[in-house]
């Protein structure tokens, strides 16, 4: 299966700072790769597709970049309502789905 | 706008099955592909298999492998999956996700989960 290592695994930043996320494949996913965020004791929401297709309704706050085993995960200026745990997850057609360890953002 | 709807919270002794639904509401599944995703408390996402109608065969991650069994029913816009031999580790919320599918010259395959179920908690006890 492919492996996805993400990082940081928590973070800290305050509002209106930019928020980076990475994600790295074990082996090249082109740009097979989706960006979930779960609030607590809520279902995960889809906010990129494709590694970097915002999701209609997103804010454009977030986005999402990169190709082949490197991903970011970018929040542009982090909001109040940005607390949650954001995940990665690669779709690589030959490959089972799999997602990354989450990342936790809170406000400092 | 479709809703999943899930089925009750469920208590399990260990050794035994849970059977778990996910009914569509204001939709249905038939173009798109199903998910099951669980997580275990404090934990983060794993897919455990899917399955996409077009081409009849569920998938499943290796490590469920024999374990679990996830079908629907069209009829009754209605996702399954069943998990058997639980163990005290199997403890935890179980999602479904409706997503889209990639149709490449290979096949279909699992894109992306836009429409998730409110989740079933799964507690296995003695």
């Known amino acids: 299966d492919i492996q996805m290592t993400q990082s940081p695994s928590s973070l800290s930043a305050s509002v209106g700072d930019r928020v980076t996320i990475t994600c790295q494949a074990s082996?090249?996913?082109?740009?097979?790769l989706n960006w979930y965020q779960q609030k607590p004791g809520k279902a995960p929401k889809l906010l990129i597709f494709?590694?970097?297709s915002l999701k209609t309704g997103v804010p454009s706050r977030f986005s999402g970049s990169g190709s082949g085993t490197d991903f970011t995960f970018t929040i542009i200026s982090l909001q109040p309502e940005d607390v949650a745990t954001y995940y990665c997850?690669?779709?690589?057609?030959?490959?089972?789905?799999?997602f990354g360890g989450g990342t936790r953002v809170e406000i400092k | 706008q479709v809703q999943l709807v899930q089925s009750g919270a469920e208590v399990k002794k260990p050794g035994s099955s849970v059977k778990v639904s996910c009914k569509a509401s204001?939709?249905?599944?038939?173009?798109?592909?199903i998910s099951w995703v669980r997580q275990a408390p404090g934990q983060g996402l794993e897919w455990m298999g899917g399955?996409?109608?077009?081409?009849?065969?569920?998938k499943y991650a290796q490590k469920f492998q024999g374990r679990v069994t996830i079908s629907t029913d069209e009829s009754t816009s209605a996702a399954y999956m069943e998990l058997s031999s639980l163990r005290f580790d199997d403890s935890a919320v179980y999602y479904c996700?409706?997503?889209?599918?990639?149709?490449?010259?290979?096949?279909?395959?699992?894109?992306?989960?836009?429409?998730w179920g409110e989740g079933t908690t799964v507690t296995v006890s003695s």
């Open positions: 082996q090249d996913i082109s740009y097979y």
């Open positions: 399955i996409i109608p077009i081409s009849g065969t569920p």
């Open positions: 494709d590694a970097s």
């Open positions: 997850q690669q779709f690589h057609t030959l490959h089972p789905v799999t």
């Open positions: 204001g939709g249905t599944f038939s173009s798109y592909a």
């Open positions: 996700a409706r997503g889209g599918i990639m149709t490449t010259v290979n096949g279909a395959f699992f894109y992306y989960m836009d429409v």
